[in-house]
């Protein structure tokens, strides 16, 4: 993760390959595909990858629906979840969790452990940690509006249960309301790249900043379980 940063600050950089605990090495092979679309050379031998570059070029890469199987997971698990919790309680919750805790616990107990070559990375203190800032004042502006923009995202999804109650709603509507939230990222995650070629970066984040917006008025204003679940497609 660090070798972009690196490589846009030196020419030639050499680090470990990731791992040193039980789990072993870590595939990189997406990574790899990715530095070779920046036109960066890489050389892999024992434990230890050397990568080179003269100008990382920039490159747009569309992950399409591939990055969000994990939201259709998330949105398969919380349509069953609040449903059972509807119907059963929450009591049978721990018990759940306990049950992947030593799912999680065996799988790892039983890997074989490695012995992986440590390597010392020497810290470089940073004399001025304003100047980022000062050279990209519009990157800075847009780093503020993301933030506020999930601010107001997390905290919504962080109460949406006192929300979904508040208009007489269950767990079970809560269940299906995260539901919907989820699985309408896919269409989107699938369409980005198309829109972002034809509307370019700064209209979509303004559209994604109003969207948000009206999201967050609807939940706020929501007189019943509807309204919420139409939020909730926004």
């Known amino acids: 993760y660090i070798i972009g940063s690196m490589l846009s600050r030196k020419k030639q950089i050499t680090v470990g390959m990731p791992g040193g ?4 090495a870590r595939p990189i092979d ?5 530095l070779n679309a920046l036109n960066v050379d890489l050389c892999i031998s024992k434990n230890i990858l050397r990568a ?3 100008q990382i070029e920039g490159k747009e890469i569309n992950f399409g629906l591939a990055r969000g199987m994990g939201s259709a997971s998330y949105a398969v698990a919380s349509l069953v979840l609040g449903n059972l919790t509807a119907n059963y ?7 759940l969790y306990l049950g992947f805790a030593l799912l999680a616990f065996v799988v790892c107990f039983f890997f074989n452990s490695k012995e992986e070559t ?30 506020l923009i999930f601010f107001g995202f997390n905290t919504c999804n962080s109460y ?7 208009v007489g709603g269950t767990q079970s509507h809560l269940g299906m309301a995260m539901f919907l939230a ?23 984040m303004m559209i994604a900043a109003i969207f948000f917006g009206i999201k967050n008025t609807l939940l706020w ?3 019943n379980i509807i309204i919420v679940y139409i939020s909730q497609l926004l």
Request: aromatic share 8%; with cysteine.
């Open 89 to 95: 309680g929450t009591n049978w919750l721990p018990l």
């Open 182 to 204: 989820a699985i309408v990222e896919l269409p989107a995650m699938s369409i980005c790249a198309k829109l972002i070629d034809k509307h370019g970066y700064s209209k979509m």
């Open 160 to 166: 949406l249960i006192q929300i979904v109650r508040n």
């Open 52 to 54: 080179s570059c003269n």
């Open 30 to 34: 997406q990574h790899i595909k990715g």
């Open 21 to 24: 605990c039980k789990l072993g």
């Open 118 to 147: 440590v390597y010392e990375v020497k810290e470089e203190k940073i004399k001025d940690q304003t100047n980022f800032f000062k050279k990209y004042p519009l990157l800075t502006k847009v780093f503020i509006g993301v933030i």
């Open 221 to 223: 204003v929501a007189p």
